[in-house]
């Protein structure tokens, strides 16, 4: 069973930059997706990768901000997080679709990691 592990998450000031990773414990071929929570709101969509790198999709608010990558090579993810906001303070979470496309569409994710925590100070 192939886990997810979110990592790289911490305290930063509004401005600021993060990289995010997320390491699969095996080959995941598939399109792969940041989602975050913020306290007492939904689960929402951040930004997703289609299985090759091809083809990526961003929620509005953090398109020129945030950039999802991926090396197969090395089964990881990544979320690069510039000018953060207050309002992207959130548990990010990784997941894992089982298609081919990059989506928005929570329901198309099947695995997920534990999540890690990022806090944007203004």
């Given at each position: 069973?192939v886990?997810?592990?979110?990592?790289?998450?911490?305290l930063?000031?509004?401005?600021?930059?993060?990289?995010?990773?997320?390491?699969?414990?095996?080959?995941?071929?598939?399109?792969?997706?940041?989602?975050?929570?913020?306290?007492?709101?939904?689960?929402?969509?951040?930004?997703?990768?289609?299985?090759?790198?091809?083809?990526?999709?961003?929620?509005?608010?953090?398109?020129?901000?945030?950039?999802?990558?991926?090396?197969?090579?090395?089964?990881?993810?990544?979320?690069?997080?510039?000018?953060?906001?207050?309002?992207?303070?959130?548990?990010?979470?990784?997941?894992?679709?089982?298609?081919?496309?990059?989506?928005?569409?929570?329901?198309?994710?099947?695995?997920?990691?534990?999540?890690?925590?990022?806090?944007?100070?203004?």
């Open positions: 069973q886990q997810l592990v979110e990592s790289g998450g911490g930063v000031q509004a401005g600021g930059t993060l990289r995010l990773s997320c390491a699969a414990s095996g080959r995941t071929l598939y399109s792969m997706g940041w989602f975050r929570q913020a306290p007492g709101k939904e689960r929402e969509f951040v930004a997703a990768i289609t299985w090759n790198g091809g083809s990526t999709l961003y929620t509005d608010s953090v398109k020129g901000r945030f950039t999802i990558s991926r090396d197969n090579a090395k089964n990881t993810v990544y979320l690069q997080m510039n000018s953060l906001k207050p309002e992207d303070t959130a548990v990010y979470y990784c997941a894992r679709t089982q298609t081919s496309r990059a989506t928005m569409n929570i329901g198309d994710y099947n695995l997920w990691g534990q999540g890690t925590q990022v806090t944007v100070s203004s």
